[in-house]
């Protein structure tokens, strides 16, 4: 019995197919399968229930699969232990992130964070928050970064920072920064840009809607996009108001390319998340990226850290 055998086992559990096992580990298919036939041998158990469309353990699986992850847990323990006596602080961070995190909030956060330790480097790549979780679980990054949580017991989301929402409408005089006007009568007489469906934006904004009696189904959606700096660009061009982040849009706002919308009801203050795997000991770059994430930040941003196991979206 080796690690190798154990960590294709746990991810096979964890995703229920051999074929996601093996991509998440980077391993062929029927090196997982082989791994896993190892272990039953050892055994003299069957771990692993075959017979159906969806690969699930069995009784004495779902046993070893909870002592797998303990071993597993341990070695990373005491492998990161090891690294962080030597101060090897060099290497890769791979992070998934969803659009304003990864547009406005990590580009300084990493400029800061890397003129201290010059060794790190990053990839970040894009993707929506549902995304995010799942690529977490999928070991396609060992951190994420959202705008909202998602129903995941076997991810933890985080809080790191706040900022506001607000309206922003085309720069064409329809619409003015001196007027207030009512969040309602903006929502049923205005064509509307939209984020995508999965956005953690769109999930917070369209809960706000529904509990000031907004009917999303009356709003006029008139163009929806999947990062916030299309939505900010379709505004600036005409195409309608939006909901977006203050601090996406704060650029656009200062050179007069977009209104921003005072309003009878103020929009909610949105969260920001990072994203760990539960049970799941990270890299000690990660941890010491997490640390400076949460201690060692611009100071005019707050940061609130707290676990959440599972939260409506």
């Known amino acids: 019995m080796d690690f190798k055998q154990l960590e294709a086992y746990v991810r096979v559990v964890e995703l229920a197919s051999f074929s996601k096992a093996a991509e998440a580990i980077f391993l062929s298919q029927p090196s997982v399968s082989t791994y896993i036939s190892a272990l039953e041998k050892e055994l003299d158990a069957t771990l692993i229930n075959r017979s159906t469309k969806e690969v699930s353990p069995t009784l004495a699986g779902k046993i070893f699969y909870e002592n797998a992850k303990e071993l597993l847990a341990l070695k990373c323990n005491a492998t990161e232990r090891i690294k962080n006596l030597s101060g090897n602080y060099k290497g890769e961070i791979n992070i998934l992130a969803s659009s304003v995190p990864s547009q406005h909030i990590l580009p300084e956060v990493i400029a800061r964070f890397n003129a201290a330790y010059p060794d790190i480097t990053f990839n970040v790549r894009q993707a ?45 005089g329809k619409l003015t920064s001196s007027q207030t006007y009512s969040l309602k009568d903006l929502m049923h007489n205005q064509r509307f840009v939209a984020r995508e469906k999965g956005s953690g934006t769109r999930a917070q904004y369209e809960n706000f809607f529904a509990s000031l009696g907004i009917d999303l189904e009356k709003i006029n959606c008139c163009a929806s996009f999947d990062n916030t700096q299309s939505i900010i660009n379709a505004v600036i061009s005409g195409l309608g108001i939006s909901v977006v982040s203050e601090v996406a849009a704060r650029a656009a706002i200062k050179q007069g390319m977009v209104v921003l919308i005072k309003l009878e009801e103020k929009l909610p203050q949105r969260s920001f998340y990072y994203v760990l795997r539960k049970n799941f000991a990270t890299s000690h770059l990660v941890d010491l990226f997490v640390d400076y994430l949460v201690n060692g930040h611009p100071k005019h941003m707050t940061y609130h850290s707290y676990e959440i196991n599972h939260a409506a979206s």
């Open 128 to 172: 929506d928050t549902l995304e995010v979780s799942h690529g977490i679980l999928l070991g396609q990054a060992e951190i994420g970064f959202t705008g909202g949580i998602v129903e995941n017991d076997k991810c933890i989301f985080c809080e790191f920072t706040t900022e506001q929402m607000i309206v922003i409408a085309p720069s064409d």
